[in-house]
C-alpha cells in the first residue's frame, strides 16, 4: 500500500479512533484497520509546509517501498486530519511505541545485528539511511529490536522536538561531505557504543565541545567502560567510528565479523576475565579522562588552540576579527542590543552573541558555535570564501512594547548555511523580550512564533555565501 495522496484527499481518508487498549487506530470506509501514530511537532507547520511535508514523506515512503526486512517497522501512509493533526499510519501489530531495553549485551548484540541487517537492505536498494537515533529504536512484546522506519522519521526530525530523535553527524558530514554508507556505518557505531556501555561516545557538555570531539575522532573502548565486552567486539566498534571513513568497515565486512562474533559467543568475555581486565580498565579510563581535561583546557584557554577554542568564553576576543566588535554597555539602547544580537549571528561571533543574552531559550548560539568551530577547524583546509558561515536573507525588527523596565520586538528573519553538498535554511518568527540587567539591557526572553528549518540539496558545488 503506497498512496500519494492530495491534501483534499488525504482530509478524508481515515477515521482516527481509540481502542481499548489506548492505541489510535486509522479505519477506512472499506473496513481496513491500521495503527496511527500521532507526531508532535514542536511547532505546528506553516500553511505553506504542510504540503511539502505531506508530499516529503510520501516520498520517502516511496523511495523504500520495495525494503522489506524483519525487525523493519515501516510506515504506509502520512495523513493529516481536519483538526491538524498528523498521523503515520502502519499495519496493526502489538507495537505500542515502547522503547528498547536490551536485556543484556548479548541480547542489544542480537538488536544491533538486526540493524546492520536492515541497514543492508537499504544498501542493496540504493538507500542510505543517513542517521540512527535511539528514538528509532522500538521493540516488540518479545522485546526483540523494532527499527521505526528511519527514511520516514529522518526526513521529520527537524520538525520533531527532544533529542530522541537527534543523531550525531560524522565527521565528513560535518565538514560539508555526503551522507555515504561509510557514514551509515558510523552511525550504527554509535548506536551500538551507547546501547553496550550506557555512554556516549563523545561527552562533552555542550554541542561544540562534542562537534569538536567527533572531529578529533578520539573514542575510549568500550570495554574500558564496560569490561565484560570483549576485546574483538570492542575494536570493532572503534573501527566504525574511525574518523577517516576509509578506515570504517565496510558493511558487509562489519556483518561479517560481527555475525562470527556473536556465533562464537565472544561478544562478552567470562567473569574472570572482565575482573582481570577491569583493574586495567579503570587505569585506562582514569588516563583518558586526564587527557581529555588537557586537550579541552587547551582548547578554551591554550595560545596554540586560540582559533579552535573559544566558543564558550564571555566576554573575550578570540580572534583579530572579533577585537574590532563592540562591547556592550549602559548607553547601549535596547534596538542596539538586537542589532548586535543579528551581527553575532552573521559573523559567528560567540561572545558577543552570548553578551547579548540573559538567560534566554531558543537563541542561535548552538548553531552560531557550531558553524565557528567548523569554520575553524577547516580554515587549513578550504579558502576564505568558502569558509563555512550564516547568510541572513532577510530581517525585519519592530517595536511593539516600550517601557522603562521592558522593551519587546517582533523579529522575523530567514538565512541559511551552505555546506557544500547540501543548504541548510531557516525562517523565524520570534518576539524578543528585553529587560536592564544590572543596568545593561539583555535580551532575556526569546518566544520562538513560528519556525521553519529545512534542508536542499545543492546541485553543484559552489564557493561559500558572502555574508
Request: a negative charge.
Amino acid at each position: 500500500m503506497n498512496k500519494m495522496l492530495s491534501d483534499e484527499v488525504t482530509r478524508l481518508k481515515y477515521q482516527i479512533v481509540s481502542d481499548q487498549s489506548g492505541r489510535l487506530v486509522a479505519t477506512t470506509e472499506n473496513g481496513e484497520r491500521w495503527i496511527a501514530d500521532k507526531i508532535e511537532f514542536i511547532i505546528r507547520p506553516k500553511e505553506n509546509n504542510r504540503r511539502e511535508i505531506l508530499a516529503g514523506v510520501q516520498k520517502k515512503i516511496a523511495d523504500e517501498a520495495q525494503i522489506n526486512e524483519t525487525g523493519l517497522l515501516k510506515y504506509y501512509d502520512f495523513f493529516r486530519d481536519e483538526d491538524d493533526n498528523y498521523y503515520l499510519i502502519r499495519p496493526e501489530s502489538e507495537l505500542d511505541g515502547q522503547a528498547y531495553a536490551p536485556a543484556g549485551p548479548e541480547d542489544a548484540c542480537r538488536g544491533l545485528l538486526r540493524i546492520l541487517r536492515i541497514m543492508k537492505a537499504f544498501h542493496q536498494h540504493g538507500r542510505i539511511i543517513g542517521g540512527l537515533s535511539r528514538g528509532m529504536l522500538w521493540q516488540d512484546a518479545a522485546g526483540e529490536l523494532v527499527l521505526q522506519d528511519p527514511l520516514v522519521m529522518n526526513y521529520l526530525s527537524s520538525w520533531l522536538g527532544g533529542s530522541d530523535y537527534r543523531y550525531d553527524l560524522p565527521p565528513e558530514v560535518i565538514r560539508g561531505e555526503a551522507w555515504t554508507t561509510a557514514a551509515d556505518v558510523y552511525s550504527w557505531g554509535v548506536i551500538a557504543y551507547q546501547l553496550l556501555t550506557g555512554d556516549h561516545p563523545f561527552t562533552a557538555r555542550n554541542d561544540a565541545d562534542r562537534v569538536a570531539q567527533v572531529l578529533r575522532g578520539k573514542v575510549i573502548e568500550p570495554r574500558t567502560l564496560q569490561p565484560y565486552l570483549s576485546p574483538e567486539l570492542s575494536a570493532l566498534i572503534v573501527k566504525a567510528l574511525s574518523l577517516d571513513p576509509e578506515s570504517r568497515p565496510g558493511l558487509e565486512k562489519l556483518w561479517t565479523e560481527f555475525s562470527q562474533l556473536l556465533d562464537n559467543g565472544r561478544c562478552v568475555v567470562s567473569a574472570e576475565e572482565a575482573k582481570a581486565y577491569s583493574v586495567k580498565a579503570g587505569q585506562s579510563l582514569k588516563r583518558h579522562q586526564s587527557r581529555e581535561k588537557v586537550w579541552l583546557w587547551f582548547r578554551r584557554y591554550g595560545a596554540v588552540c586560540l582559533a579552535a577554542v573559544a566558543v564558550l568564553l564571555v566576554g573575550i576576543f578570540l580572534t583579530l576579527e572579533f577585537r574590532a566588535d563592540p562591547v556592550i554597555t549602559k548607553e547601549h539602547t535596547p534596538a542596539q542590543v538586537v542589532d548586535f544580537y543579528f551581527e553575532a549571528v552573521r559573523t559567528s561571533n560567540v561572545p558577543l552573541l552570548i553578551e547579548t543574552l540573559h538567560k534566554a531559550k531558543n537563541s542561535l548560539e548552538s548553531m552560531v558555535s557550531n558553524v565557528h568551530v567548523m569554520s575553524v577547524q577547516t580554515a587549513t583546509a578550504v579558502t576564505p570564501e568558502k569558509r563555512l558561515r550564516i547568510v541572513i536573507d532577510e530581517l525585519r525588527i519592530k517595536p511593539i512594547v516600550e517601557t522603562p523596565d521592558e522593551y519587546q520586538y517582533e523579529v522575523v528573519y530567514k538565512l541559511h548555511v551552505n555546506m557544500g553538498k547540501k543548504t541548510q535554511y531557516m525562517e523565524r518568527e520570534d518576539r524578543f523580550t528585553l529587560r536592564p540587567v544590572r543596568k545593561i539591557w539583555r535580551i532575556t526572553d526569546i518566544d520562538v512564533l513560528k519556525s521553519n528549518v529545512y534542508e536542499v540539496e545543492n546541485t553543484e558545488e559552489t564557493p561559500q555565501d558572502a555574508s
